[in-house]
């Protein structure tokens, strides 16, 4: 699609594929793609201009573990509200997610082709979205929200509260036909939960979940439409079984070995962890009312976290930025920044939320990096995040230009 035609120039580009800053760039923008990224001289008299002036140019933020539907911390009280009312709550956690610069978010269960297609025709102002619709949850499993002694699904029939609520399967046919359910529903990735979960009542932690067989027939279901998997799981045993079932990548992923990072790496698996949610309900947990069962699983998972980073990072697993927030605490998204800087380089860490993200959603011709055919989705910042990832977590004031789709969200330059 052609458009309006806007350069910027005098950019010192983040080339999210090298991890390098170019200076005196200028990117060239025909509607909502780049069409032309260059250090050369170029004619852009044509273009509405802007000036740079030699601050940092970066790809849109990618946020690859977010749940936009997770409109309060309580999820069994969110199960029962009606999808308009959470649809409309919603809204302004994608407007602020965007606004913290995150141009494109890979929802991991919740979120359903009406909020997307909503962001998509302007009516929510909000990042890309990419969705997975309900997860897919074994009998008791993380995504099965039933309080011990509720017997049928009865009102936690995955109707109301939008997507959070899993969809129920046991066996290899029934799973079979959740992941196909989803596929007709629009999803971009099928979600399975291999593991025990924080906020799920009735599971170990360190649990695994799902059979082999079932986990394989998720995946085999994903790829037959074209789509991948990603498993929720904490434990070595979880993971492992998860990687060898061939999903693509391993949220949270907080109790693996050396051993565990080592299978992810030879299967190519990508590590999303989402350590600021567990800071934020290590602080907040007790205060919101989670029960002491649950702030015991938070507990272990949380003092493993980090540790978890260094070994995937040192085996050569692909890091990926996510957060996985709930209700309040989504103000907390861009503290995800520095809590994983004390495991990875700056530079990886701004290639976590960018290139490494999309590379991870196979979308990095499109989104990710500052490229020829690439949305225009980009920020330009006060102060550099290479040298300082301070820059990023406090995206009020250091993002002075935000573009999305070659469409100024906001600009202060
Ligand atoms: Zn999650």
New binding site residues.
């Given amino acids: 699609m052609k458009g309006p035609r806007q350069a910027i120039v005098n950019a010192r580009l983040f080339d999210s594929a090298s991890g390098t800053l170019r200076p005196q760039t200028t990117i060239v923008i025909e509607g909502e793609r780049i069409t032309a990224v260059t250090q050369e001289p170029l004619q852009v008299d044509d273009a509405r201009l802007i000036d740079a002036a030699g601050r940092v140019v970066m790809p849109g933020l990618i946020d690859a573990?977010v749940?936009v539907v997770a409109t309060s911390h309580d999820l069994v009280g969110l199960a029962l509200q009606p999808a308009s009312l959470v649809g409309a709550q919603s809204s302004h956690i994608l407007r602020d997610m965007l606004q913290r610069g995150f141009t494109t978010v890979r929802d991991?269960a919740g979120a359903d082709f009406g909020l997307q297609e909503a962001v998509a025709r302007g009516l929510y102002e909000g990042p890309r979205l990419f969705i997975a619709g309900h997860p897919i949850s074994q009998t008791g499993g993380h995504a099965d929200m039933r309080p011990k002694g509720v017997q049928g699904q009865g009102m936690f029939c995955s109707c109301a509260g939008l997507g959070l609520v899993g969809a129920i399967a046991d066996g290899v046919g029934e799973v079979r036909r959740a992941v196909r359910e989803q596929v007709r529903n629009g999803a971009n990735h099928i979600k399975i939960m291999a593991g025990g979960g924080v906020s799920s009542p009735t599971d170990p932690i360190d649990g695994t979940q799902f059979s082999v067989e079932e986990l394989r027939a998720a995946v085999e279901e994903a790829e037959a439409a074209n789509l991948y998997a990603l498993a929720h799981a904490y434990s070595p045993r979880a993971v492992t079984r998860a990687v060898q079932a061939g999903v693509r990548s391993i949220?949270h992923g907080n109790l693996i070995d050396e051993a565990t990072a080592r299978v992810m790496k030879q299967h190519g698996t990508y590590l999303v962890p989402t350590l600021s949610t567990y800071a934020a309900l290590a602080e907040e947990g007790q205060r919101l009312g989670w029960s002491a069962a649950m702030l015991d699983k938070l507990q272990g998972v949380h003092d493993r976290g980090l540790h978890a980073v260094q070994l995937a990072h040192a085996e050569g697993v692909p890091v990926v930025f996510g957060t996985?927030l709930l209700g309040h605490m989504h103000a907390r998204q861009s503290g995800e920044f520095l809590l994983r800087a004390a495991a990875l380089s700056t530079v990886e860490v701004l290639q976590s939320a960018t290139i490494t993200a999309a590379r991870l959603m196979r979308q990095e011709a499109h989104i990710g990096q500052i490229v020829p055919g690439a949305f225009a989705d980009l920020l330009v910042l006060e102060g550099d995040p290479t040298e300082d990832l301070s820059v990023l977590a406090d995206p009020a004031r250091s993002i002075c230009l935000l573009m999305q789709g070659g469409r100024l969200v906001r600009s202060s330059l």
């Fill in positions: 573990h749940h991991a949220e996985d």
